[in-house]
């Protein structure tokens, strides 16, 4: 019953084998292995982008910041929803790597529509050289509360974007559990819906480690390895992480896991709605749930083994009717069991 | 015969199975993983250093600019050898990190002495405001040109610092190497001699990529955690770096690899002193050799199947009787039979 | 009939006699010029404050900057409201002194409370090496609305940043208007109100280009040095700096200054409030006015020959009865005249 | 007989009077004031550059550092001599505006070779990603040592630059000096010998503190703006910088003053050369002169009132016998009288 992260889960299996696998002989640095000519040629095909530039490094924070980075300057605001992860929980890394500054678009159930863009866009046309000027969009998908853009919502977004100049990123560390979501193609969630660089997640989805950096326009590359170099991301022994998109890609593989977690996900949703007490918060759309429930039933769970976060307060001590967030990830490796013993335990 | 780069060569066995191993449900990330417990500990007791503060990241790069980023501050500048790797092989890392600037010190063989150091502290303290202030000293241990900081030429660098009131950083990408070829302790060749904070690198000597950051003031260690988020480089998934780390330390594995690679680097270089025609540049101490050789046998060796770099002409192109310089680096995985095979061909 | 910005003026006759007359034969440059003796004497004194460390730059931007860029670490965040200066009129030169991010406070009549404060405070709180860190408070004295913050609300704001270890800055950019509107003293609305550090300014307020960056800790004072030198603001010859803070604080000149400034507005703001179709935006407490009134009404105006800024539309152009923004803003030598020209020409 | 520094002078009376002259009634600030408009089309012309951007600073710091940082990228490395000002007197500065290291380049009397340069240049190559990238030059003229370049030799550095396609600023903080000494044309010293951006100063030069930035290349005009204002560099009351090069420049003004500071430089060099123990160590081809003399003649010219900084050592203590380094500059205030009255000191 554990449900507190993707990032707590193992790597799928096919991921270590990979691995093992690749650690034979010698094999060029940084970047400079075969794997990465696979994987490079992979995630093109994947997304119908025979030019796009593809790099790797371990973690969502690096990718976000690094394609920032690239496609912004340091007197530039990047626009972004209010509970963006870039926002919230990477301590300053986007600004570090842009020297530019956020601005924060109010979302409903996490999402940003596009005339509150608009809005906050044209907010910061007035001041000539005295305000910050209009940067990058960063676009998450999956949402930081489990909900997803639907594909017109997300043109919708970039093409307001597009009015003004301005170039957007999707920070996709949940990418396989939006597109089996969406149920359409990468390109189709991406540069045909007039995103420009894409995050592309594999640690939360059984990866050990690595995200794709996906960058349509591949005049930006050069930029992009000199930002990677000057922030410590480019890996010397880079063949694993080569290794582990390569597994990751493999025979559909990444969409596998995405989509049992996603179904893990759609069962303790399901499971849920139904439960006396407990309210979703958010519609929950591919493999996180937010929802409210009494402290004394947070603690029942709790007690009975479930592993969860419980967001904005302490579930042992205070008024045991209260209601407090509690947050479900689920992760390729969730098994139908634990869901089934959640449910079962969230019964009674 | 592939002594082209420790960087190149594959991950100890017993550090796959580790991975495999910590592969098994799930893991609190972030550094929270039980066994990031016992690294701490394990390296802690290495460095009889109860109180250090123990990180773990991914590369060379970024314990480098992470830890010189900790003990500066923007408007210093940091003195370090003039082929320090954090002045030419890390694409501006420790200024992005720290703000601060990079004071060469000549070298002899890849060695500063305390005399030159000095001479460029002093440099540095006639302009109040208008120069940049005196920031912390970076060692190369072993050095970019293969020999090594004997103990009382550490401790006369780290005094002619302290006179000055500068902590010291070691980098120590090649730490293990160094320890074999001075048969000291850990605790000897670092805060016995001085040295305020260590990369330890793992990635060079056997591992897939982790470097212990080892800082001996644990009043330094939040902000360490801090600026280490703020770079990006804070695993979610921490316990696989944890595990390589592990199983690095355990049963002395990573003084065993070490061991090997210098030995047969041993062999090289006394192979290398008895041909005709082959001059070693440096003394070589660990495991990398500098020689010069003429063009034409350069390419008699790399037509014959040796890799490694000739780092300052074209071997195939020009003066055959032009002298080039080349680089042999061992790592634990060479052979007997490849270097036994490299001096056969070199002997004609 | 100018009422466009304090920043349009000239400058105070007796500023203009200080330079003249400080441009007597050689003085050394640096801040080490005799006048700056008298000067940091000065307003030691006007603060109460014997030991405070006392710096003269050039303009409010630069004087935000390195103030706060000397109280924050760029992983923190900076709590200011939503209509900083510091977050909308610099161009980023805050983050880039700083590293840090703005966390916005919203306002009521351009003025925070201490429960919104409270409240973005905590919201900073709960995520660990993840977040950004608490860093200081900057508040707007004079608000960018025209208001003033009463001692008991400043008092309020600071106490609760106190009770979080958060240190305040105070942005006094128009620091004399608002001292006249309260009249108390410079202690009361600074030390004494909880206040760590104050942009000190004279540029719009009859000065050619001064502000003084008083520091109540004197700690802090070396680092201060360090970044402004840092920022290209140490000036050379610094004496003309001097020479216009020691003309502006002589006998009580500044707060002439801004007496004669607020005595003009508020004669404004009488007028304008007695005229049917205008409406008064916020309470004009100092030296600023923002009211609403009909296009035609504005652009009968501007054809008359007043000249201040409409903040959102076009006055020339749309409907002639859609309700325009206009500011208002008077420095030192608006004249009496040019106030009762404006408000005959507004009665028609 | 001050002769310690060209920042310690008078502004000219035509400057002061400029500033009291342009103190009437109101003004656009931020450098849309009509003088400005005067001034940018008096550069053009004296510099022959039609479309030249031109922008006016504080002083030389700032006018470096924000043109650097226009002209490079963090990544690189910007090429300069080994006693620069940028290098050796901005604390950083140029490294916090541009993100980039510096390379330095060996001087002989102040000055750079081309073929020294184009070492550097080539060493910077060899290392891809890894290494910093090949940045802007920057030359010095009137060099740090009081030496000038010839055309031929600004000419043949350029040229090497432009073969890797590196782009060359020249910090003029001197300009009008080396003007003098070389004879011609401002075009010719700069654009016309392969120039791209020149730091044109006025500060050390009779004004009150006021440099121009002159960028050739107009598609830089731009980001140039912003960041000069990110710096917090933008003057709200700009036309008092405006005023002060409007009368920088009126009939020749500057070069009238730089001949004049010169002349004295020559009689006081001149003199030196004659004296018994006094040895110039370059070449005074401007306004400085740098001489080595016993301790007790420098002890005796300063006792006698003569002020100037002693370098290396303690006038008051020590070997009387010594040779310790002085250097004398003079500016165009230095009266003949103080000149004669040096060097009769001086003969004794």
């Keep these: 019953m554990f449900f507190a992260s993707d990032n707590a889960g193992p790597a799928h299996p096919s991921v270590m084998d990979a691995l093992v696998k690749a650690n034979e002989g010698y094999a ?4 400079a292995d075969p794997i990465m ?6 995630i093109r095909e994947i997304f119908e982008a025979p030019d796009a530039a593809v790099y790797l490094v371990i973690n969502g924070t690096s990718a976000n910041s690094i394609l920032l980075g690239t496609m912004s300057q340091p007197w530039q605001t990047i626009f972004c929803s209010d509970c963006a992860h870039i926002h919230e929980d990477e301590c300053n890394a986007p600004e570090f ?19 509150d863009l608009k809005t906050k866009i044209l907010a910061e046309e007035n001041r000539g050289v005295h305000g910050p000027q209009r940067g990058p969009l960063s676009i998450t998908q999956v949402t930081e509360k489990g909900t997803i853009y639907q594909l017109d919502e997300l043109r919708a977004l970039t093409a307001t974007a597009r009015e003004f100049g301005i170039k957007t990123h999707l920070d996709g560390a949940r990418f396989a559990n939006a597109l089996m979501a969406l149920d359409c193609t ?24 690595v995200e794709a950096c996906v960058i349509f326009d591949p005049d930006l ?3 992009f390895e000199l930002r990677r170099k000057r922030g410590g991301h480019l890996l010397s022994k880079h063949r694993y992480l080569s290794a582990q998109m390569q597994a990751y890609l493999k025979d559909g593989l990444w969409l596998d896991m995405a989509r049992a977690a996603n179904a893990r996900c759609a069962q303790l949703a399901e499971g849920l709605a139904g439960h006396n007490g407990a309210r979703m918060l958010y519609p929950s759309e591919a493999n996180i749930i937010f929802f409210e429930m009494p402290r004394s039933e947070h603690k029942r769970m709790l007690d ?7 967001m904005n307060g302490d579930p042992e001590t205070g008024d045991p009717d209260e209601p407090l967030t509690g947050r479900l990830v689920t992760d390729w490796s969730a098994s139908e069991e634990a869901v089934s013993q959640f449910l079962s335990l969230l019964r009674g």
Excluded: Q
């Design 97 to 115: 790597y842009t020297g530019a500054k956020l601005t924060l678009v109010r979302t409903v159930d996490g999402k940003m529509s596009a005339a």
């Design 304 to 310: 009975g083994g479930a592993v969860y976060y419980v």
């Design 28 to 31: 060029m640095g940084y970047g």
């Design 37 to 42: 000519d696979e994987v490079r040629e992979s």
């Design 186 to 209: 990468p390109a189709e969630m991406t540069w045909k819906a007039g995103i420009d660089t894409v995050s592309f997640g594999g640690t939360k989805n059984g990866a050990v480690g």
């Design 221 to 223: 590359a050069w930029e």
